[in-house]
């Protein structure tokens, strides 16, 4: 009998150590004071030092301000895309930053921002920023984190914003890197 209670007390001990317990949330009658438990957000893996490498020749590149330099690294890519009317990378961006968009600038913001990963094909591409390696349907903005809905705003926004919901994929300025540390694209429009 002394056993079979000590047994029970044991028991009993460690199921009550192990029982989960409710997090302690203040209590609140207004809607606005409602604590939202919010997943961390998910880290890609570390960029294979072939990315890495592109990476900087961009940046120092861009750092420079020349457009040439730049469309020479584009060049160095036989499919490389700069745009999607087929024109030389050179007289895009030259033409685009008589518009006011700068290439060099535009890169440099890119590459400092979060990135995403994508499978195209049998490679791995690393897309800047994140959004826009994710699939048209993943970007609406009911979709996303209230953060990186902010963040989608500021990228493209509001005709961005208006494409995106009327089924359109990414429609902001992006530039990708395959894993084998070629440049793929940098590209500010979307098709038609």
């Known amino acids: 009998m002394q056993r079979r209670l000590s047994f029970l ?36 893996p570390t960029l294979p030092e072939a990315v890495v490498e592109t990476r900087q020749q961009l940046l120092d590149i861009a750092e420079r301000n020349s457009i040439r330099r730049l469309a ?9 895309l700069s745009n999607l009317g087929g024109d030389d990378h050179y007289r895009h961006w030259d033409l685009m930053r008589r518009t006011g968009f700068d290439p060099n600038t535009q890169l440099i913001e890119l590459l400092n ?5 994508r499978l195209v094909g049998s490679e791995t591409w690393y897309i800047w920023p994140d959004l826009a390696a994710r699939p048209a349907g993943a970007l609406a903005p009911e979709r996303l984190s209230f953060h990186d809905a902010a963040r ?41």
């Open 9 to 44: 007390l044991i028991l009993m001990a460690g199921l009550c150590a192990c029982s989960p317990s409710a997090p302690a949330v203040p209590e609140s009658d207004t809607p606005d004071e409602i604590l939202f438990e919010v997943e961390p957000p998910v880290r890609p």
């Open 72 to 80: 020479r690294k584009a060049d160095e890519e036989p499919v490389f």
């Open 113 to 117: 921002e979060p990135y995403g990963i």
């Open 152 to 192: 989608l705003k500021e990228l493209v926004g509001e005709q961005g914003l208006a494409q995106i919901e009327a089924g359109q994929s990414y429609p902001g300025v992006r530039t990708a890197i395959s894993e084998s540390g070629a440049w793929r694209y940098f590209l500010h429009e979307t098709p038609s």
